[in-house]
């Protein structure tokens, strides 16, 4: 498939000589707010299991493993890529990274996902966490990922590189897996407060060090997953999720500063939490991730006319025929305009989705955003 790409603003990426230079920076400039030629897009788990080539790598390597060798995760982070005309790329790794790095042990099982063997049971067990100063270095094959995709992306598209946020880790840490309630964390958030935000702290310093990493390692947007913000209301989030990703935001933005480097576009996206977006709006990110119970026209309302959205097709839509999906697109990016927006799901892809419903998507929102 021929890729045609937009040329970029010739001053974009001068710090970062290394690096080849960008013939496609639609996304990023999207990010910050600037006019495009067209809506970018891109796909939560764009790499992943619906892709038969991805599988291919996947039956001879364990998934962490995939993770955590530079060379497989760079081969899968671009297999998308040579398919679909997308407008980024986003690091293979996992939000899960993170308490690997505090010294917790995580194991990607089959048919259930990941589990914790030992999850934390009680403040208690906090003590048993590695500094979060020290997690970069446990970290270095993430950065030397980034950097080694950075270099073979040939400019051809941004690269993202990504964070769970404290809640969300949080939640996986002391439930030891995915929970419909997440109750026993939650538990944590009534029962142990100050425990908690003490939690939320280490979380929160690991994750600003890692995110800088990041940008150092070539990654040109940040994206926080808030997967978990669904399990809070508006007081819960306002005390045990905002503080910290503000907290993330403005540290990064600053650090990043601080070396030398210049500011780059953050993606918030805080699923399920329709209720919080008017708070998260208030905070420093560029970029509001909405899933697909918001409707684009109240979202923006919410947010303002500054901020950039990003989102929001069910992904189940992706079941339906490509002549649905078209349709289904064409009435998104109507919703949504031309300015300030990046195309995406409202979630990540399925397994068992036709890679030929990804191109079909991808193509509506090239045919129906353009000048």
């Known amino acids: 498939m021929d890729h045609v790409f937009h040329k970029p603003t010739p001053d974009i990426f001068v710090f970062q000589s290394g690096f080849p230079a960008m013939v496609n920076d639609r996304l990023l400039r999207a990010a910050r707010g600037e006019e495009v030629d067209q809506v970018p897009v891109w796909v ?18 364990d998934f962490f493993t ?23 790329a986003i690091i293979f790794s996992d939000i899960l990274v993170i308490p690997q790095a505090l010294g917790m042990e995580v194991e990607m099982r089959p048919g259930e996902g990941p589990v914790f063997p030992s999850p934390l049971r ?43 946020a404290p809640w969300t880790i949080m939640a996986y840490m002391i439930e030891g897996k995915g929970s419909k ?40 947007v940040l994206q926080v997953f808030e997967s978990h913000a669904e399990h809070l209301g508006p007081q819960l989030f306002r005390e045990f999720a905002l503080p910290y990703l503000k907290q993330i935001c403005d540290q990064v933005k600053e650090q990043v500063q601080r070396l030398g480097l210049p500011d780059i576009p953050m993606i918030v996206f805080p699923k399920g939490g329709h209720y919080a977006l008017k708070d998260v709006a208030a905070l420093k990110y560029e970029v509001i991730g909405i899933d697909w119970t918001v409707d684009p026209t109240l979202a923006r309302e919410l947010v303002g006319p500054t901020k950039v959205l990003q989102g929001n097709l069910d992904p189940c839509a992706l079941y339906s025929d490509q002549k649905s999906i078209d349709a289904a697109v064409k009435d998104m990016v109507q919703k949504f305009g031309r300015r300030r927006y990046i195309a995406n799901l409202g979630h990540g892809m399925y397994p068992d989705m036709n890679p030929d419903h990804l191109a079909a998507f991808v193509q509506a929102v090239q045919k129906h955003s353009k000048d």
């Open 44 to 61: 939560m788990r764009q790499a992943g299991r619906y892709l038969p080539e991805f599988r291919e790598v996947r039956a001879k390597h």
């Open 66 to 88: 995939m993770c955590q060798t530079p060379s497989l995760s760079c081969q899968v982070t671009l297999q998308p890529l040579d398919r679909f005309p997308l407008d980024a």
């Open 122 to 164: 009680g403040p208690e067990d906090l003590s048993l966490l590695a500094p979060p100063g020290d997690a970069c270095t446990k970290l270095k094959y993430v950065f030397d990922a980034l950097t080694l995709t950075r270099k073979e992306l040939k400019g051809k598209a941004t690269l993202i590189g990504f964070s769970g």
């Open 181 to 220: 309630t997440m109750s026993n964390a939650k538990g944590w958030l009534y029962k142990h407060r100050e425990a908690s935000h003490k939690l939320l702290k280490i979380i929160t310093d690991a994750t600003v060090h890692y995110l800088v990493g990041q940008v150092q390692a070539g990654a040109q």
